[in-house]
């Protein structure tokens, strides 16, 4: 197959769970013992499917139907799905979780021959079929030379479907009539509801808990870790707005395992996430394939078909109330009852006393399961002052290993009710090792106490605070399960997507086998020392208790809450030096970060320097001329922050020579002029995002870096979020959008669903600007030093590894504390793992995240990173003083806000920030002459300069090994440790050479050019080059329309008239593959079959998908089919197709699109400007409509007019028989028309009419 299953690790715990209950028709005992285990240790992702696969087969199923099993469509939210389709889909699902991930999968038996893409679309697979009856299927089209008059049809996957030649009838079978019948053979939905277990059809329960009093609830709260922090910030809004709260400015306070105040266990845990290798789904724009449906029972024996395998509690999110968990307690079918167990453990303070605990707990399970029990209740509501509670994930995880290793896990449901659950994270760590459904009944019990002691302003009842609590829950869920690129709970459950950090390896091997965790760190003792520290405070042996919960202090700082690198201190001592450029205050600043030997925050807090060598005088060390280029700032977006703020810093670092960057926010024209005292405000990296604001011809052109954003630090795996009342005038028009109109960045690049696409986009960005180096932004996670050589390997200039910790203008609170790792362990892995590759020497090698001082950046760069990025720091420069208000507009100091009144408090200045950088470089050069060192070069990779301090201030501290941090790559003379070569870009054999001497006469004169060209698709990005040049001498007003018109015979590569600006057109006769039009800048771009084809173009893919993907001008005319997401964050192209895929038109800010054909479903999804116009003779577009953000409008005589005047055009230049109809009849044709607005767009543009502006950009 060609993709990822991402869900693999969660597959693999789950069969292994149910091998040894394995029984066939088809295999005796003693076989089917032989056939064991199905996969073996070490086997890729491909090779454990296709085990899987063959195994099922051989049990008796065909094969189509163990492909339905394993990859089913998207059905839980499908209305339109065919109920018997549908049925087959539930049924199975009961007992088989999905393989999910970004795949297209091939199979054969022999007889057959067929092909499957995952739930989502997120691989490209096209296909022709000729008249000579060959059938030849590529992810890519044009892959073999097929002469065009031998084409019967040409297609595409779709999304969850499958498309299957018969050998021995010597036929196709459709999707429809193949699921037809396969679906169609056994009476499935029958079965459901004979069998499945609907749980608001259960009889009331026998008993209930009362509610818990106020002191009851208070004391509870006190045992389990509740903070006022977490009812204010957490469990308050999620009550009241039904969202996960948002966050911002990133996190400095200590990792859980260096935090003196007691932890709740789950933030050991970091949140895996997709970078490059597969994408993050997007799980509010394409709900439809996401779900959190869950089944409570045993899976039965899967080998099987049997009515009773269904027979299961349904459960449509695992969030369960207090009601709901006693139906289930209750629950008595006959066949099928629950048994509770409780979590406590000797409140003692003995060693051992929570292992004998989690020994009797685990053995108490095992009797359940062989008692013939179906679900297992985990509770800790039996604690007192004499018994603890055990923490429920490390409860949960024990239970569910030992039931694997017994092969006794997939014979019950596993479900949590516990005190210590309230936040979203904390429900994530229980359902990804192994909880099939959850109940956190302090939570509601404090909802309820919040509001009975008016702590929540709320006319709001408990039933309704509730409802909006656990949608706030299950729409975090869907957040974090999609970073990873899961769209299913059930793939999620068990796949333990976490990396533990600061459990030693006995724990997690025996409580938490299989997790990855590299620093070792607390025992089953030091957790429930951590444990009993909460309940003795609840408990309290003393005369006078306390009578308040502690103050928390991990979002804001508080005088008594948890610690922060920036505190009220080390902000006022940074802001004076700077001010008054005075480095002995900086040093007093530095001392107070760097001295982390009482209180650690960081990694890098618990090293020293280790003297090797003997100390050099500083003068002997280069001098800090040469060292400033090394730095950058953060990418910020004008948007999140004041253009006062965002020029500031750029000033400040063109002065240094070193570079600021855009962020994902696009940048002003203006600012590439300098300023009349000569300073610059243009930002030299210029980065391109998922949202690809303001990503034109000019932008790349005007870049000294381009910078691919796959993650932030702060929300990996998440799309940018600007809400609307930042998107003043200025900013929509940078960014192309709409004032007023919140925006949010897709979580995926929708051109980067693998390595193979990272390295198309890195090669259209390097054709679209050969002088800037290609970089490309990752996030610290286990696995980053693989995916930064692929990288390196893709041909990026530059990787970069950002640090957990680094600043954000708003992220969900969840997303900032618990996602990613810090930059020391991902930069020591990417460096090592470069330097074993021997691929070290091709890239720079860069860092960010919370870097303060020059000490930071001397550790850096011992472990491997010869650049650094300073972003928080440089803001508190400016004067911000982390109120942590950036997402609400109202930021105190005017940077983080675009209200032109608090704009006006800015008073930072460009020195303040020369200073700051000229005091980091003065440390970092110390530290270098005291170490040794001359040159920065002869310092990078050398982390045998760095030891772990031996006298490690807290209990806590002593049990962690950082040796894998500082472990050193074996390298000899002949492997680089810092940049010294150059990419191969490959620039020297493509096809825009050739355009651009044709075109000279054009670039020189402005006089008009046209040429013919054949192509094939390994022509990729063509015209990127040939605009480029345009635009270096003709900016962004390019050429007049048509100068320079060029036809092309064949078949198209990826990006095919990718970031072409004005003056462009390119004409292909053929067809073309995915990303046609990318930041399309001005061009035009006409498409239509090869005039020897004999097939229907509109019945027929012609372009591929992610078509017109963050284009900002231009005009298409396509005649035939386009695939997925057609126009993706079009922000101002005009195009005329006649069909698209799912997903059309998504996240749409500008532009007209008219559809001449059918579209997909989820039409408009995010769409917030620009109209789409869709012919709709059948009536069947409004059920493929997303109508959460646009109307469907009648069309008025303006709208006839564009409408008209655009299918003209198509005609005139691709003959479109469809267009001619619709002309031909348009008075009559009119009426089958729809217009799609925005509701957004619609109020912007008749609040200008008001204002009497009478028209608004496309």
Known sequence: HNGEINTIQGNLNWLKTSEQGFTSPWFSKEEMDMLQPIIFEGQSDSACLDNVIEFFTLCGRSLPHVMMMLIPEAWDHHEEMDPVKRAFYEFHAAFQEPWDGPASISFTDGKIIGATLDRNGLRPSRYCVTTDDRVVMASETGVLPIDPALIKENGRLQPGKMFVVDMERGSIISDEELKKDICSRQPYAEWLNKYKIRLEELPEPRVMFTQLAHEQVFKYQKAFGYTTEDLETIIAPMALEGKDPIGSMGNDTPLAVLSEQPQHLSSYFKQLFAQVTNPPIDPIREKLVMSLATFAGGNGNILVEEPLACHSVALQHPILTNHELEKIRSIDTGIFQAKTLQTYFRADGKPGSLQRALERLCHYATDAVEDGFEVIILSDRAIDSE??????????????????RKGYRGQVGLIVEAGDIWEVHHFACLLGFGATAINPYLAFSTIRDMKLHEKLDTDLDFNQLNKNYIKAIADGLLKVFSKMGISTLQSYQGAQIFEIVGLDRQVVNRHFTGATSRIEGLSLDDIAREALAKHDFAFSKTDIPVQRLPVGGIYQWKRKGEDHLFNPQTIHLLQYSTRMNDYGVYKKYAKLVNDQSEKACTLRGLFQFKHRGTSIPIEEVEPAEDIYHRFATGAMSFGSISHEAHSTLAIAMNRLGAKSNTGEGGEDEKRYDPLPNGDSMRSAIKQVASGRFGVTSLYLTEADELQIKMAQGAKPGEGGQLPGHKVDEWIGKVRHSTPGVGLISPPPHHDIYSIEDLAQLIFDLKNANRQARISVKLVSKAGVGTIAAGVAKAKADVVLIAGYDGGTGASPISSIRHAGLPWELGLAEAHQTLVKNKLRSRVVLQADGQMKTGRDIAIAALLGAEEWGVATAALVVEGCILMRKCHLNTC?????????????RFNGNADHVVNYFRFLVQELREIMAELGFRTVNEMIGQSDYLMQKETASHWKHRKLDLSPILYKEPADETVGLYCQETQDHGLTGVLDWKLIEAAQPALERGEPVRAVFSIKNTDRALGAMLSNEITK??????????????????????????????????????????????GLSGARLIVYPSKKARFAPEENSIIGNVAFYGATDGDAYIRGKAGERFCVRNSGVSAVVEGVGDHGCEYMTGGRVVILGDT??????????GIAYIYDPQGRFPANCNTEMV???PMEEADAQVVYKMIERHHRFTDSTVARFVLDDFDNQLKHFVKVFPADFKKALEKRAGAGVTKIDS
């Open 1160 to 1169: 997909g479903r989820n039409f408009a999804a995010g769409m917030s400007g």
């Open 1191 to 1193: 109307d469907l409008d």
């Open 1033 to 1078: 001498r003709y900016r962004s007003a390019g050429l007049p329309k048509d100068t320079i018109r060029l036809k092309f015979e064949g078949t198209a590569g990826q990006s095919f008239g990718a970031f072409n600006t004005k003056g462009v057109t390119l004409e292909l006769e053929g067809d073309a593959n995915d990303y046609f039009g990318k």
């Open 387 to 404: 018994h603890a509670a055990i923490p429920s994930l490390l409860a949960l995880s024990s239970v569910q290993h030992h039931l694997i």
């Open 892 to 904: 105190p100091v005017g940077i983080a806000t675009q209200d032109p009144e608090l704009r006006k």
